[in-house]
């Protein structure tokens, strides 16, 4: 194919990874990932078999990442611990990842003259935004330096500072995407959606079911295959030291999610309440105008995406 490309994927093996290891093997590209896989799963890349080369490795790991630049011409940065919980239990160690990664990935992408790089950001580079729907313009934020849950927003904010300003001077092509509550298959249990779906696989009709959370906090899920889409889009048509939302406008209440899911398990519950952590957000929706402009079209409803990954 035209621009063939050898890519390296850290966290390839996690559930928005893998998807894109998926993509990039269908447009005919070389692909290797690099993953410890403390979160990631191998079966999610297993239908890949030979199609990948895939490296275990801890990003922080300076010497066994360097190994594994040899003949890349792009890297997707994805690496990072995610899931809400670990933002409170293990703040330093986000930052950690974060910080340590980051080094890695720059004096790589320097040392072996990689000059193009896609690096994850968050929505949580927001915390509470000033703007709904929310675009990238909105300023980023730490409000609290107290909250732990704010490692992984601020290890973020990092990720972006880094890239803009190091893209200046040693990149030709360094884009930025912020993931807006991604769902699908095989993401694992720790979000939303998958754990609303676990729950209510395990409750008796007319069983109480707690929720983190008043139910009244306001979200707006993209289906895997529109986030792949998207990113696809990114790819071939995103410019230099841009800063993309990858998201959808549908917005739902989580106690409308939960009953939404509800009525496509038919299963009857009660919905029981609970105090909302300490910095969490009561509302995200993105401005998803930008992407739009790269011929980007959400094709999925979340009905059509929770009918697929409960009954598949």
């Known amino acids: 194919m035209r621009n063939k490309k050898n890519f390296l994927v850290t966290g390839g093996t996690g559930f928005i990874g893998s998807n894109i290891c998926k993509l990039l093997i269908?447009?005919?590209h070389e692909v290797t990932i690099f993953d410890n896989n403390s979160r990631g799963e191998l079966k999610?890349?297993?239908e890949l078999?030979?199609?990948v080369k895939f490296i275990r490795g801890d990003i922080r790991d300076k010497k066994k990442f360097f190994k594994s630049l040899k003949n890349?011409?792009?890297i997707i940065h994805l690496a990072y611990i995610n899931g809400t919980k670990y933002f409170y239990e293990k703040p330093e160690l986000i930052l950690d990842v974060?910080?340590?990664g980051l080094v890695n990935i720059f004096d790589g992408c320097k040392k072996f003259k990689i000059r193009e790089l896609y690096l994850a950001?968050?929505?949580e580079v927001y915390q509470t935004p000033l703007k709904i729907p929310t675009s990238e313009e909105?300023?980023?934020k730490i409000p609290d330096i107290n909250n732990p849950r704010f490692s992984y927003g601020g290890g973020k904010i990092l990720t972006e500072l880094m890239g803009i300003n190091y893209g200046r001077k040693f990149f030709t092509k360094i884009i930025i995407f912020r993931p807006h509550n991604v769902y699908g298959a095989n993401m694992g249990n720790e979000h939303v959606i998958p754990e609303l779906i676990q729950k209510m696989r395990k409750i008796k009709k007319n069983s109480f079911l707690k929720i983190q959370g008043t139910g009244k906090e306001i979200r707006s899920f993209i289906y895997i295959k529109d986030f792949i889409s998207a990113f696809h889009k990114l790819m071939t048509k995103g410019k230099h030291l841009q800063i993309y939302n990858i998201g959808t406008t549908q917005s739902i209440k989580i106690k409308d999610l939960v009953l939404k899911i509800s009525k496509i398990m038919k299963k009857k519950i009660i919905i029981k309440t609970s105090s909302l952590k300490k910095g969490s957000t009561k509302i995200r929706k993105p401005n998803i105008a930008k992407i739009?402009?790269?011929g980007f079209k959400p094709k999925y409803t979340l009905d059509q995406g929770l009918k697929e990954i409960i009954f598949n």
């Open 49 to 51: 078999n030979k199609k």
């Open 138 to 140: 909105e300023p980023l």
């Open 292 to 294: 739009r402009k790269l």
């Open 121 to 123: 950001s968050s929505s």
């Open 98 to 100: 974060a910080i340590k």
């Open 26 to 28: 269908e447009l005919g």
């Open 44 to 46: 999610r890349i297993r």
């Open 72 to 74: 890349i011409n792009s």
